[in-house]
């Protein structure tokens, strides 16, 4: 089977997230660090970063210092450009929280689960009631989100359906990001959640939806798991 070719707008967007997940994670950061971080080249920093900043999804936060030169302006994500939902799916409970692109709690609802009580569709329903609790609470509108990490026991397998193999909770295969997309139209990326990370771990993904164009975003154009 031949690879798939990639458009140069295919690398655009992937540096594009890159950038921004770099920033996510390492801001605030100069023009100067993102190119050190990311190894792309200064001039793709510096024009994808003027982008960012015009679109308002980056914001500057004061300057470095400059030995001798110029100010360098450093930047980091805009955390009020919009918001994630996270979702922890534990063996007690699940648990969905939002947060701002700082990640500020802004809101949290947690269904309990009793022993056995794992059914795929009773976990899809709690997420989807609590995705509208979190941002009625917080007073989001819906366009202001801009995807859910939902992080999962087991082994999650690629593609839309998100098919999940968890032993412990009698799931072999279940689709869970079908019975997720039938209630929501923000884009969705479902991760193992192991190792105590919660949702933390799947919702530092969302951010990369940005690189998306707001709109598209919004509009569940671009939906997406893993």
Not at 59 to 66: F, L, P, R, T
Not at 116 to 137: C, F, K, N, T, Y
Not at 163 to 173: K, L, N, Q, Y
């Amino acid at each position: 089977m031949r690879p798939e070719r990639r458009t140069v707008r295919d690398v655009r967007k992937g540096n594009r997230a890159m950038l921004l997940r770099t920033l996510y994670f390492n801001g605030p950061v100069t023009r100067n660090e993102l190119t050190r971080l990311t190894g792309l080249s200064a001039a793709t920093v510096s024009s994808m970063t003027g982008d960012l900043l015009a679109e308002n999804i980056v914001v500057e936060a004061g300057q470095a210092e400059s030995d001798g030169g110029r100010p360098r302006a450093i930047l980091r994500v805009n955390p009020v450009y919009g918001h994630v939902v996270g979702v922890d799916v534990a063996e007690t409970h699940v648990r969905v929280e939002l947060f701002d692109l700082e990640m500020n709690e802004r809101a949290r609802v947690e269904y309990a689960l009793r022993p056995g009580g794992h059914q795929i569709e009773l976990v899809a329903r709690h997420i989807l009631a609590g995705i509208e609790v979190v941002l009625d609470d917080a007073g989001v509108p819906a366009d202001q989100a801009l995807g859910v990490g939902v992080g999962v026991p087991g082994i999650v397998e690629d593609g839309p359906d998100a098919p999940i193999h968890a032993r412990t909770f009698g799931w072999d295969g279940v689709p869970m990001g079908a019975l997720l997309r039938a209630g929501t139209t923000l884009p969705l990326f479902v991760e193992n959640g192991g190792q105590g990370a919660g949702p933390c771990r799947a919702v530092a993904r969302p951010p990369a939806a940005v690189a998306a164009p707001r709109d598209a975003t919004a509009r569940g154009a671009a939906p997406a798991t893993r």
